[in-house]
Antibody, heavy 123, light 107 residues
Framework: EVQLVESGGGLVQPGGSLRLSCAAS????????MDWVRQAPGKGLEWIGR??????????EYAASVNGRFTISRDDSTSSLYLQMNSLKTEDTAVYYC??????????????WGQGTLVTVSS | DIQLTQSPSFLSASVGDRVTITCRAS??????LAWYQQKPGKAPKLLIC???TLQSGVPSRFSGSGSGTEFTLTISSLQPEDFATYYC?????????FGGGTKVEIK
């Protein structure tokens, strides 16, 4: 059974930093692209970034709203995904989801999601 | 960036109704589109990928169609468990983007 469990959320002041973790199990983590998606309270989904697998050199893509402030990394040896968030703003307040992507018909689709972890940026 | 516009943003329907949700892309995205269902307090669930491929375990009353810039998600006979918010997502180019969502509520 595929499981994704996020941790590390909490309350942080504007300008601060936070590191989220995602523990994956039930599949071969190293084969998959992994994504982070967030959802502000009462709002829609926002894709914030993707980390490709080793076969694709672990390269990353980011949304403009977080580019330069957030960094996605992974550790295949522990099946873990990370999101380092720096220079946090109040508008970064959201539930952050870790998600797995799989290859189908030329692109990678998100097929499994974690339960999410809440990040609140407030003074 | 590719913008996805979902319509309607809200719809009220009864059990047994046929429901259609539209997702329009600001530029062509071939068939690189997914549909998700999200219930309150829960993570999204993938329903359809590649515009029309139903995920394993998803009831056949759900179907997707379209290519290019216009896509639809249809629920042929709405069931009580289908009341949720639905999102489309494009995978054609980065940044990946979601539509604004369509909330389906009980009439």
């Amino acid at each position: 059974e595929v499981q994704l469990v996020e941790s590390g959320g909490g309350l942080v002041q504007p300008g601060g930093s936070l590191r989220l973790s995602c523990a994956a199990s039930g599949f071969t983590f190293s084969d998959h692209y992994m994504d982070w998606v967030r959802q502000a309270p009462g709002k829609g989904l926002e894709w914030i970034g993707r980390n490709r697998n080793k076969a694709n050199s672990y390269t990353t893509e980011y949304a403009a709203s977080v580019n330069g402030r957030f960094t996605i990394s992974r550790d295949d040896s522990t099946s873990s995904l990370y999101l380092q968030m720096n220079s946090l703003k109040t508008e970064d307040t959201a539930v952050y989801y870790c998600a797995r992507s799989y290859f189908y018909s030329s692109v990678y689709y998100i097929d499994y999601w974690g339960q999410g972890t809440l990040v609140t940026v407030s003074s | 960036d590719i913008q996805l516009t979902q319509s309607p943003s809200f719809l009220s329907a009864s059990v047994g109704d046929r429901v259609t949700i539209t997702c329009r892309a600001s530029q062509g995205i071939s068939s690189y589109l997914a549909w998700y269902q999200q219930k309150p307090g829960k993570a999204p669930k993938l329903l359809i990928c590649a515009a029309s491929t139903l995920q394993s375990g998803v009831p056949s009353r759900f179907s997707g169609s379209g290519s290019g810039t216009e896509f639809t998600l249809t629920i042929s006979s709405l069931q009580p468990e289908d009341f949720a918010t639905y999102y489309c997502q494009q995978l054609n180019s980065y940044p990946l983007t979601f539509g604004g969502g369509t909330k389906v509520e009980i009439k």
